[in-house]
């Protein structure tokens, strides 16, 4: 998330001198990824301002104790289902309870449960889907045999079941819903690495005397990383989502504590007196949902070198 | 076809074998039955020699070449039977370990279509480090890539620092083909295999590339295989010719013998087909038939017969496969009736 710094400072990005394409790589041909990712943010608002959302969600999260202007767990009676004012800029609850407090605090878990499942999904499916891809035979039947098996399960059914087993949770939570989307990653990087174990060049390095955990390391990894990377941040704008239903459903994080799916569901029964109290969590989820997929988008383009050209056309125009 | 009949030894001169392939039978295991894909081929290779493989598609030239270098996939690839001799020491029941040790060192590998055979997420200076340091970690990153810098100047790259720093979809398919050739000689192997290396070029490039490959082998003394099916590029570029038909070695000659005295009639039918061998405004040549398809079992006879203008109906030709003759020094050709070529 670290690019988005530069999306919030105007967008002033020094102009390269004149490329000569038939000479000169051009600007950017050659450039690392990160810088490339940096370009990218940078000249497309879109993805400028998703950069800025995840930043300033993940900023809120972390600066929580001082940025909430009140505790998120004190009831005050007094002003219960307030709208917005002054004092209370987003209103309060049913229990008088500030939502802006409540959202900071909330974006904590919610931030949480998103980006955790969806880093350790990736990294497991992503080895099993190598593995099962890359060495093939009897390893690939059995590990895409068991994907098969969890991926035909829901993973609200499965969050019930641990649920009612180990009892209800955030750690649970998060459990049932890695535990459902590693197979999504598995299978995506089978069918990924399949393809690319088919390449001339894979066979050309071989030639060449590479071995084969070399030519994993360098030609597989490398190859189904910007698969890695947008299908990651895909599912994470998923898993807020899928955090939030676990937690609107009781089966998350536990009262008192903030979280978005939590909240959302608490301004249910007072929707039509106070349709804020359900209305500000749930543009929440939608708003960083949505952020999620824009730069999900944005990073798939600036890893794939064969996008640059058209980066470098866009930006000339 | 193990030893010819005839063989006349003592009458050739011992001559030095870097490569021996004898006999080789691969076939290929497939949900439609087995595909008999090289069906006996032999051939050698002497030091600094280039040998050229010519036949059309599916006649087994590739494959009898890459089994030598243990990347033809198996499955669905089975070696049946044969033996490839390098140093007395056979590649075709080496260790996979083994193979890995001599790709690139001793042998390397050029392929048909440089626009899929470079990594398209590194750059140029990064493959071609790797390609250097993976058969040699002693080699410092620095000096790998000095060496890259060096190897692409010798190749005709211009600026080749700045290369170094591109990406493959950055150079023009020629390009790239010079920076295959830099790595594949990187290492000074004994043994290149090109395959097809001009096949996806324009024809302008080709001849650059084939000028490259020619100089790049000198400079190597490295012997070469060159699989093509342009016998252009085999005048060109070949010592020696061995002509492939079925998944066999019909027939194999000096390239000068072959050329002008063709034995096996595949091979007169051949030379025949080509543009140049036919007189302005006439018709050109044309083999009747098709080859037999490689899927199921091989008829008993010669492969050739169905399409022989030779034949002239004797039975013997769809009986009895042909032994490999001895039709002169260091010429061969696998048919019954080659006393009957014209001188």
């Known amino acids: 998330m670290r690019p988005a710094s530069d999306a919030v400072a105007p967008v002033e990005v020094p102009r390269d001198k004149t490329p000569h394409r038939d000479t000169d790589p051009g600007p950017g041909g050659s450039r690392s990824a990160s810088a490339r990712l940096r370009r990218r943010v940078t000249r497309d608002p879109l993805a400028a301002g998703s950069a800025a959302v995840l930043l300033l969600v993940t900023v809120a999260a972390l600066l929580a104790p001082a940025l909430a202007p009140y505790d998120p767990d004190v009831v005050d009676n007094s002003v219960r289902l307030a709208g917005p004012s002054r004092d209370h800029l987003m209103g309060t609850d049913q229990l008088g309870r500030d939502i802006l407090s409540r959202l900071i605090w909330g974006g904590r878990v919610s931030l949480i449960t998103a980006v955790v499942p969806a880093t350790v999904a990736l990294v497991a499916g992503s080895v099993l889907g190598i593995l099962a891809g890359y060495v093939g035979g009897w390893v690939d039947t059995t590990v895409m045999r068991v994907v098969d098996t969890l991926m035909s399960f829901p993973y609200i059914l499965l969050a019930m079941g641990i649920a009612a087993a180990l009892g209800p949770g955030l750690f649970n939570a998060m459990l049932a819903v890695t535990v459902v989307t590693i197979p999504i990653f598995a299978r995506l990087i089978r069918a990924a690495v399949l393809s690319i174990k088919e390449s001339e060049f894979i066979l050309a390095a071989q030639g060449l005397g590479a071995s084969g955990w070399t030519t994993v390391r360098r030609h597989v990894v490398p190859n189904t990383l910007s698969i890695m990377v947008v299908y990651g941040t895909l599912q994470t704008g998923r898993m807020v989502i899928a955090a939030a239903s676990l937690s609107f459903l009781g089966l998350g994080v536990q009262p008192p504590t903030a979280d978005w799916g939590a909240m959302l569901a608490s301004g249910q029964a007072s929707l039509r007196v106070a349709p804020h109290v359900s209305t500000v969590p749930g543009l929440t989820i939608f708003v960083v949902t949505l952020a999620f997929n824009v730069l999900g988008e944005a990073v798939r383009d600036a890893l794939d070198p064969r996008y640059v050209g058209d980066l470098d056309a866009k930006a000339a125009a | ?343």
């Open chain 2, 1 to 343: 076809m193990s030893a010819a009949p005839r063989a006349v030894a003592g009458l050739e001169p011992a001559r030095p074998t870097l490569l021996r392939v004898e006999d080789l039978v691969v076939e290929f295991v497939t949900r439609d039955g087995v595909v008999h894909a090289v069906n006996g081929a032999s051939f050698d290779l002497g030091p600094g020699e280039t040998l050229g493989i010519v036949g059309e598609s599916g006649s087994g030239k590739s494959v009898s070449a890459m089994s030598v270098t243990g990347l033809i996939p198996s499955p669905p690839a089975r070696i049946v039977r044969g033996a490839a001799y390098l140093d007395g020491e056979d590649l075709l029941t080496a260790s996979s370990r083994r193979l890995r040790e001599l790709r690139g060192r001793e042998i390397a590998v050029i392929f048909q279509d440089p626009m899929t055979a470079l990594n398209p997420v590194f750059t140029i200076g990064s493959q071609m480090t790797e390609a250097i340091r993976v058969n040699d970690r002693a080699v410092s990153r620095r000096a790998a890539r000095d060496r890259a810098a060096d190897l692409l100047a010798r190749v005709g790259i211009p600026r080749p620092r700045e290369r170094l720093q591109q990406y493959p979809f950055e150079l023009s398919g020629g390009m790239r083909q010079r920076v295959m050739i830099a790595m594949a000689i990187a290492n000074r192997p004994r043994i290149l295999i090109a395959d097809e290396p001009t096949t996806a070029l324009d024809v302008t490039v080709q001849a650059q590339i084939l000028d490259l490959l020619a100089l790049a082998q000198e400079e190597l003394q490295a012997a070469t295989i060159l699989i093509t099916h342009d016998l252009g590029v085999i005048a060109e570029l070949a010592d020696r010719v061995a002509v492939m038909y079925a998944g066999r070695v019909v027939e194999t000659a000096a390239v000068g013998d072959l050329f002008d005295h063709p034995v096996h009639p595949y091979t007169e039918a051949l030379l025949a087909s080509r543009p140049a061998a036919v007189p302005d405004g006439e018709d050109m040549f044309q083999i009747p038939g098709v080859p037999p398809t490689p899927l199921g079992d091989l008829p008993p006879g010669c492969a050739f017969a169905p399409r022989c203008h030779r034949r002239d109906g004797r039975a013997r030709c769809v009986t009895e496969s042909p032994a490999s003759w001895d039709v002169a020094p260091r010429h061969r050709a696998a048919c019954h009736f080659w006393t009957e070529a014209p001188a």
